[in-house]
């Protein structure tokens, strides 16, 4: 049975196939010919062309059974490596669905791009590979995307008492904490720049002491993928969507006017555009229009934009690791100030309770040696009776030190 969309009800996920063609880098999304569901497998064609870029996206749309899902990649049956991508879900999926792409590799920190593309399948007489092609033959020209349910809480372990005595702690999650929205937004974009190849392990369920633990994928999409020209001789598509498919899978042609006189070179640059249509001199160039050639400089700009985007948002995230650690030592400073002073002051108060009160705090305020001045007053009376005359006897320095 064909239906008329990669939605796959039972487990709520969709996928479909982006395109993007040179120079214009506009991305569409490729139409899909005869959809089929057998079970929680999902296949269909699209058209593909040499040099054509593409990008893999699903959505989740209905699934809340599971926290978090892990979408696979496997290119032309190459089962010896694959592309995971793991995507945890919020509690609610937000209107229209949870989304998730990838559309190439990411190198050096992120500082490097390289775009998954359509290539050219390289062939060979060697008849020594004969066998080895032919068995592979048969996942060629296949993109398949495989979406598992994830756990995200890591199973409690339970041992019994008299086993390990010397052990008693094991791994588990943490409380929860909210994240930030920059936080977050910036671990997405990760998750998509940066996911990870590693090495499948191909388990065979006879040799398993339970086959349950296999755990079957939610879905399975198969995106086969052909040349239009045998899309179209197969009958896959139809002659009356053939200039469609087309003018999607190729990039628009030149055209030039019939009159070589009246054809008018455009310039690609808009400065120079402005100022041949200023002039009223020139010829008019509504009719017969011949685009200029696309400069190298103009087509690489997109280019180098999204690599100075992924430099920039990488290096933000650099400075923003370097303020957290900046922040944890300055507290850390702050506390181990904080025990000084709370050491020095206890030690400060039982130093006042054991010394006597001589009024002077020569504790708290350590002070120079003072020098005292005693004076001797020597009285020497003038004339009789009580008429004394007071004065300021000779003055002794006395060293107290």
Not at 54 to 71: C, I, K, L, M, Q
Not at 86 to 99: N, R, W
């Amino acid at each position: 049975m064909l239906y008329n969309s990669t939605f796959h009800p039972p487990s709520g996920f969709s996928a479909h196939v982006m395109t993007r063609t040179h120079p214009l880098k506009m991305r569409t999304n490729t139409d899909e010919y005869q959809i089929q569901r057998h079970g929680n497998v999902v296949t269909c064609y699209i058209a593909a062309e040499i040099g054509q870029e593409f990008s893999v996206v699903w959505t989740n749309e209905s699934n809340e059974d599971y926290p978090a899902t892990r979408g696979t990649l496997i290119f032309d049956g190459k089962t010896s490596f694959q592309r995971s991508v793991e995507v945890i879900h919020s509690k609610k999926l937000p209107l229209g669905g949870d989304e998730t792409s990838i559309d190439g590799e990411y190198f050096n920190h992120c500082t490097q791009y390289r775009p998954y593309t359509f290539g050219k399948l390289e062939r060979t007489d060697d008849d020594e590979q004969f066998d080895e092609s032919e068995a592979r033959s048969q996942e060629l020209g296949v993109i398949e995307l495989t979406i598992h349910g994830e756990d995200l809480e890591i199973p409690v372990l339970v041992l019994h008492e008299r086993v390990q005595m010397d052990i008693s702690q094991q791994v588990v999650l943490g409380k929860s904490s909210q994240v930030p929205l920059e936080e977050q937004n910036q671990q997405k974009k990760m998750a998509k720049a940066s996911p990870t190849w590693f090495q499948q392990q191909n388990l065979d369920p006879a040799q398993l002491e339970d086959p349950a633990q296999l755990e079957a994928p939610l879905v399975i999409f198969r995106f086969i993928y052909r040349t239009l020209e045998v899309l179209c001789a197969e009958g896959i598509v139809p002659a009356s969507k053939l200039s469609k498919v087309k003018a999607q899978c190729k990039a628009p042609e030149r055209s030039s006017g019939s009159d070589p006189e009246d054809a008018v070179e455009v310039p690609v640059n808009a400065d120079e555009l402005d100022e041949l249509l200023s002039d009223s001199n020139r010829r008019r160039v509504v009719v017969g229009l011949r685009l200029a050639p696309v400069d190298e400089d103009v087509e690489m700009k997109p280019k180098r934009e999204e690599g100075r985007i992924e430099e920039l948002w990488a290096e933000r995230a650099r400075l923003h690791a370097r303020t957290a650690d900046l922040l944890t030592q300055q507290a850390e400073i702050h506390a181990q100030t904080a025990a000084v002073d709370a050491e020095l002051a206890q030690l400060l108060s039982g130093l006042r309770r054991r010394q006597p009160d001589t009024g002077n705090d020569a504790v708290a305020t350590p002070s120079r040696p003072r020098k005292r001045l005693r004076v001797k007053k020597e009285e020497r009376e003038q004339g009789l009776g009580d008429q004394r005359a007071v004065g300021l006897g000779s003055v002794e320095v006395i060293d107290l030190t």
